[in-house]
Every structure is written in structure tokens, then in C-alpha cells.
């Protein structure tokens, strides 16, 4: 079966919009503009390693770590109790976790700013209590709310798909030696759970310290993350070579998280990336 | 493969097929493409113009100037009209990215008042024709502030903590903070400048949001007690909840004006300046005015809208209360110094 | 009494997940603006929707490109598969490598190098600039949805048909097409709905009068809450549930397509 050319359309797309891109990107990060003509230069990478920016940086670490850690903790017995097997129905309960996923995150970031606002359906019941009206959208925590919201599935269903493959067996076993419940899950569960716990790590820190949406939307403007630095760069001040910069920075802060998470995984199926 | 998935994949390819089509196939018109700021026409005047001369309008909007100035400087985009602020249309015909109007083709331009031509930004006034003017000063809340408003200062008082909408515009933001300490808005003093910086870093914990077009969603809603506004935006918030009052602060403040102009990247000049004379027919002029409520530069416009409007202060201010508002400059190089203040704020 | 522990906790984080989404539908038939208070059933949202410009626009900007995109996407994506499942092992692990980079990379990057590509080369910004990032982004999904199919598929079945006589293509066509069918569906429709979904590559890679839902959705909610997004939301979710489950239906008894990113999955 000789077919290789049939992915040579796909080979030569992905040279011109991945590979090139990426490269512009690159040659804009090392490059400056003088009177007389291109420069090669790492100012771009300089100025980034001044305060203002590595505080931004910083920050959007810290909320995405915060988020990550939220969502292992909310997510974990969530996944525990869809591979277990103690409902009937699982198959439509897998489904309507799934579903909201789907829909736009915009509009699932949207809903989030009609509820906190200080008209919104919270205040206006606790006023209703007699409470007074609580400070929550444009808050740091409503950032992280609102990512914890958007990706708590993707710390659900990698950890779900891993802990319904456990051989009951080596439960069973387990507990025939003497473990009892906490035991069993530390000793075995837990453990064999750990692949689909660091892909689900990775799937929430990845786009939560890459939005520029969430912080947006929730955060009013107040706390700028990386991405809105980016965005700012290239759609408000136009200077895509410090852009470019910050993204490199990025894309490298991503690749390194992955490439630790992915060093600590021992089943590769043998496609992966590293 | 089952005749159902085949069935399905031609159904897909077909309507594809058809949309494609039906979207390239069916206009053979002139397009205009006109970039706006949001909420800034009366959208039925869009229609009239298409069926008056048998343009086809592609309308589009933009919430800053520093948003619209990138998008045309990078190339990526081919537009016809544009509104600029001031600052901006003097930024943009130093950098030649504009045309030089035909005005025998805009014979409406006699319509526009005296006081709003051959302003600094364009001197001559061969680029722009003016759409819209308005002030930067101070909606509140009558029902959550009693006391007067009539300084900047009061968007630096603890009392109202978290009560407080800001402009997410460096220029608009940092020229607040100047006003404030007494400067000009224009300053290239740099201990102005850092002195600006220091009090909007201190400012910040009272400030609830950096918003931008959803300040009148925010205002309207009750939602904070004081904001830095447009005027036009005041009047039109003023209408929706009777409680909001606008004010003009005694330091001075920003006037601004918001002029149509032609790009060089434009393919249908003698269109857009069809347009933009459509733009400044009294009767049009008088649609937006009246339908956006900014302050209208046209002479006819100004007689034929409700009196009590052009009454009103925070709409039509008179020359005499404008002393003190500067209309602002093209920074040039310290363009950068505003930017870096900006980011540093917002990242503090 | 675990169980009643299970259950409950299952029936918070589903109120967590769902109570924003059903707030948006109620109060997308509120009468008033007002998003705190209850003032009477309407449909004017819906109305106003239908009667919105740019709204309309976009809808069809969003649906075409969904639909060109998936489909390019997946006449591409399913050659390459093919292709790719043949390769030596070498270079098919380098091909997938690749293949994953914009599975991997930030959203943010894939749609400002794209523009960064398309401004550098002179591309004008608007329908096609988007279109083409709209098909990069879903090929890699395509791919990954049918390489599986590929590998279950049995070597003998396209021997066979050779041995009786048919052509290479013939063979293909017969024999191969439809026992990956169900993966090129899947991907089919993964695509469409990824691309439908789309915000941030296409924020970047859009220009002159050319927005899709998801890029108006983003300028009305920076300018504050509005009842059409919620009428919006109400029948994009509708939407994406019947879909949902049309897909769920297809392929029941596996977990395969229940997950956007189940692609991902496998590769960490």
C-alpha cells in the first residue's frame, strides 16, 4: 500500500500555515526595524524581563495554577463518581457533563457577568435576604471562577477515561490483602490514575494561562494577563515585534510544562510529542 | 459507504457549493467599507444611502482609535470611510495615510459650523470633515453621590471605593489624571507625566472597572456611582435613567471632535466622498444626532433638534465653559512614554 | 449513605455547571432589560435578534465557514490519514509531531501568526484569510479522529479485493472508505463544531466587515449585558444539543467524539 502522496496536500498546507507562520513569528521576535533596514536583536526578549512585564507574567501563572488546583479538587471525585459504578443512567450522565463544554465559552463567560454584577441574580438575592450587596465581577476570583467554569471538564474526563480502565481486579485484590477504602485509593487508585490526572493538569493550565478572553470579560479590565498583553501588542500599540517576543516566551512556558508533564507519563501509546 | 452518510455528504458539499455562490455571485455593486466607532449611527441612515445610490455598504465598527489606527496602519484591511478622533486624523496625515478630500464633491460641508474647521489636527482642512464633537467629564449617580461634582478629584476619594468606572483608553485616562494635577493633557513634561502615573497606580483600588463601550450598560444599570464619559454617551444615559447627571469638571477636560476622512488604501474614492457628503444632508445629520445624541457640528442640525437638548450643558456646551479643555495632540514619539504608563497601571 | 454523599456531590457540580446556561434561557424571555428581576414573558429578544444586521451577517459568515472548512478540512485530513498510516514509522512520528502543534499551541499564537503570515504575504484580511485558518485549525482533528479507524481497519480486507480483481481506487473506495467512515463522520462533525466554536483564531485572523457569531458575542459583551446574547445563547444551545446527541447517537457504546478534546487524549 504505497500512499504516502495522499498526505502530500496536507504535508504542504501545514508547511505554509503552521510552519511559517510560526517562523514569522520567530524572525519578528529577533528582528527590529531601524532607518537602515532589518537588525537582529534580543531587546524584545529584554524588555520582557523588566518588572511591569514579569509581573504579568507572574500573575497569569498564579491564576492559572489557582484554577488548575481548584479543578484536580472539584474534578477528581466528579471523575471518580462517573467511572464508578454506582448509577444506572452513566452513560447520560458522562453526556451531560460534556454538554455544556460545547457550547460557545463566550457565552458560558458571558452568563458568569450577568450573575455577579451588582444587579445581578446573586446580589439581588442576597439583598433579597437582607445582605448587603457583595463586590464579585471585576475581581481577581472572578477570573478564576470563570476558568474553573470553562475547563473543568478538561480535568474531568482525561481523569474519567483513565480511572474506567482500572483493572477491578487490583481492587479487589487489594482489599482481599486487608486495605481498607483510603488505602486502596492511595496505594492503587490514585496511582494508576496519575496520566490522566497530569493531562488533565495540562489541559486546564494551558488555555487558562493563555486567555485574555476570561480576564476581560470577568476581570475588567484590571488584570492583565499575558494574553491581553499579547492582544494588546499587535491589535492596540502594534508593535508585533515585542508581540511576537512575548508570545515565544509563551509558546516555550507551554512546551516546558508539557514536557514535564509528559516525562512524569509511563503510558505513551507512542504518537506523542516528545 | 451507507447511501445515508452519502446522502448527508452531498447535502453538505451542495449547500456549500450554493452558499459560496449565491455569496460571490450576487452583487455586482459598488462596496463601500465603513469603519465606525460602535453605536455610532443611526443604522436606517446605512440603508437610505445603499438604496439612494445603489452603494452596497459593508459597515463595521472599532471601540478606539488606537484599535482602528493599527488595523489600517498594518494593511490588513481595505476601508473607505473612517471616523477618527482628532489626534489621530493629525497622526494619520502625518504618516500620508490619508486622501486629500475633493470638496466639490461635499458640497454639504457649508453646513458645518465655523468653530469646528481648519482645527489644529488639520489646519488647512483638506482631510476631514467633522461628524461629531463632545467633552470627557464625570456622569454620577445622583442616588449614591449628594455631594457636587465639579472636580476631577472626586474619582480619588475612598468614599467610593469600587464605585468608580474608568475609560480602558490610555490617552482618555492619563489626560484625566493630568487634568487632575493641573497639567495639560498634552504634556511631554515627563514629572508630569510620572506624577500622572503615581496617581492612577493610587487610584486603582478604588477603581471597580477599566471599561469601555459597557460604561452606558454599567451606568444605566446602576451599577457604579461615578464614570468618566464621553458627553454624547451622558446625554444618551441621562434619557435612560433619569437619576445620572453630567458633569464638567472646573480643572478642564478633554474636547474632542470625530471627523470623516478618506484612507490612501481606499479603491472607491469619489464613493466615499459621496458618502460622506450624505453624512452631513441635514436631514441625515439630524438622524444620527438625534439617534446617538453626541453633539452635532452641523448648523441646521443644531436648529432643527429638540431645544431642550441643545439647552442642555453636558450636550452643548458654550465656548465660555470650555475654557481649559484641550483638544488633543498627536504624540509623536512619546506616543511610548503613554503606552508604558498605561500598561504599567493596568498591570499594577 | 456514600451513595447519598455521591449523588449529592454529582448534583451540586451539575447545578455549577448548568445554572449559569439556564439563567441565560430563562432570563432570555424576560421582558425587562433588567437582569435581576423577572417583569413577564416575551419573545422580543428574539425579534430583535432576527432583525439585527450584523447579527444575520454573521450567522451566515459563521455557517459557511463551518461548513467549507469541516468539509476541506476533512477531504484533506482523511487523504492525509491514509497517507500518514503508511509511512514508515520514522516519519510518521514526525508527521504526527507536527500534526499536533496546533492541537498544542495556544490559540493565541496559531491566530496571530497567521495573521502575522497573511499581512506579511499582502493577503488581504476578510472572508478567505479566515476560511484558511478555519481549515488549519480543524485538519489536525480530522486526522486524529480517522488514523484510528485506519489502524483497526484489517490489512487483508483491501488484499483481498486486489486479489478479485479490482483496481487500487476501486478498492479504496469500496472497501476502505467505508470502514473508516465512521471516523471521517466524526471528524466531519468535529470540525464543523470546533469551527463553529472558534473565537480566537478568527478574532485575529478577520478583517473589513467580516465577523462571525463568536466575534460579535465578544464586542456586544464588552459593551455590556444584552438580552439578544441571551436569545443567542438559548438557540445555539438547543443547537449543540441536537447535534450532540445525533452524534452521540452514532457512535454510542463508545466514548469517542463525547470529548471536543478527546483527540488530545491519547497523546500525553
Known sequence: MKKNWLSYPYLVW??????????????????????DGLRFTLAHFQRFMEPIYLRVLFRSVKLALFSTVICLILGYPMAMILAGNGFKRKQVMVFLFVVPMWMNFLLRTYAWMTLLEKTGLINTFLSWLGLPPLNLLYTEEAVVLGMVYNFLPFMVLPIYSVLRKIDKSLIEAAE??????????????????????????????????????????????????????????????????????????????????????????????????? | MS???????????????????????????????????????????????EKTYNIKVNYDTFSTNED????????????????????????????????????????????????????????ENEYSVPYMWGTVGILYNKTMVDEPVTSWRILWDEKYSKQILMLDSQRDSIGVALKMLGYDMNTRNLEELEAAKQALIQQKPLVLAYVGDDVKDKMVAGEAALAVVWSGDAVFMKRENPDLEYALPKEGSNLWVDAMVIPKTSKHKAEAELFINFMCDPEIAFKNADYIGYSSPHTEVVIMLDPELVADKAAYPSEEDLVNYDIFKDLGDYLKVYDRIWTEVKSH | MTRFLKKS?????????????????????????????????????????????????????????????????????????????NMKKLKRKIVMNLTYIPVVNPDIVTGLSLMLLFIFTNFRLGFVSLLLAHITF????????????????????????????????????????????????????????????????????????????????????????????????????????????IVNLRTSGTTNGQNKK????GKY
Open chain 2, 68 to 123: 482602528m489606527y493599527v488595523k489600517i496602519k498594518s494593511g490588513g484591511a481595505d476601508y473607505d470611510v473612517l471616523f477618527p478622533s482628532d489626534y489621530t486624523i493629525e497622526r494619520m496625515i502625518k504618516e500620508d495615510m490619508l486622501h486629500k478630500l475633493d470638496f466639490n464633491n461635499i458640497p454639504n460641508y457649508k453646513y458645518i459650523a465655523d468653530r469646528f474647521k481648519n482645527l489644529d489636527y488639520d489646519p
Open chain 1, 176 to 274: 482481599d490483602l486487608g486495605a481498607d477504602g483510603f488505602t486502596v485509593f492511595r496505594k492503587v487508585i490514585f496511582p494508576l490514575s496519575l496520566p490522566g490526572v497530569l493531562s488533565g493538569i495540562t489541559m486546564v493550565f494551558m488555555p487558562a494561562v493563555t486567555t485574555f478572553v476570561i480576564s476581560r470579560l470577568l476581570g475588567g479590565g484590571q488584570f492583565t494577563l499575558i494574553g491581553n498583553l499579547i492582544e494588546q501588542q499587535f491589535l492596540l500599540v502594534g508593535d508585533w515585534n515585542f508581540g511576537s517576543a512575548i508570545s515565544m516566551v509563551m509558546m516555550l512556558v507551554i512546551l516546558v510544562s508539557i514536557g514535564v508533564m509528559s516525562k512524569y507519563e509511563k503510558e505513551n501509546e507512542g504518537s506523542g510529542l516528545f
Open chain 3, 262 to 265: 478527546q483527540a488530545i487524549n
Open chain 2, 3 to 49: 447511501k445515508k452518510s452519502r446522502l448527508l455528504l452531498a447535502a453538505v458539499l451542495l449547500t456549500a457549493v450554493a452558499l459560496t455562490l449565491s455569496s460571490c455571485g450576487r452583487d455586482k455593486r459598488v462596496v463601500l467599507n465603513v469603519y465606525n466607532w460602535g453605536d455610532y449611527i443611526d443604522e436606517s441612515v446605512i440603508d437610505l444611502f
Open chain 1, 14 to 35: 501545514m508547511f505554509l500555515f503552521i510552519f511559517l507562520p510560526l517562523l514569522l513569528v520567530l524572525f519578528y521576535s529577533l528582528t527590529t526595524r531601524t532607518e
Open chain 3, 138 to 245: 480543524n485538519i489536525p482533528y480530522v486526522i486524529l479522529s480517522v488514523l484510528p479507524k485506519l489502524k483497526q481497519l484489517d490489512k487483508n480486507l483491501y488484499e483481498a479485493a486486489l486479489d478479485l480483481g479490482a483496481s487500487p481506487f476501486y478498492a479504496y473506495r469500496k472497501v476502505i472508505l467505508p470502514e473508516i467512515m465512521p471516523g471521517v463522520i466524526t471528524g466531519l462533525l468535529l470540525a464543523f463544531t470546533l469551527s463553529i466554536d472558534d473565537f480566537v483564531i478568527s478574532f485575529f485572523t478577520t478583517g473589513s466587515g467580516v465577523s462571525t457569531l463568536s466575534i460579535i458575542v465578544y464586542s456586544m459583551a464588552r459593551r455590556g449585558i444584552n438580552p439578544k446574547i441571551n436569545a443567542l445563547s438559548t438557540l445555539l444551545f438547543v443547537t449543540v444539543l441536537l447535534l450532540l446527541v
Open chain 3, 9 to 85: 456531590y454529582a448534583a451540586l457540580i451539575y447545578l455549577f455547571l448548568y445554572a449559569p446556561i439556564l439563567i441565560l434561557l430563562v432570563f432570555s424571555f424576560n421582558a425587562s432589560k433588567s437582569r435581576g428581576v423577572w417583569a413577564g414573558f416575551t419573545l422580543k429578544w428574539y425579534r430583535e435578534l432576527f432583525q439585527d444586521r450584523q447579527i444575520m451577517k454573521a450567522l451566515y459568515h459563521t455557517i459557511i465557514i463551518a461548513v467549507l472548512s469541516s468539509t476541506i478540512a476533512t477531504v484533506i485530513g482523511t487523504a492525509a490519514a491514509i497517507g500518514i498510516h
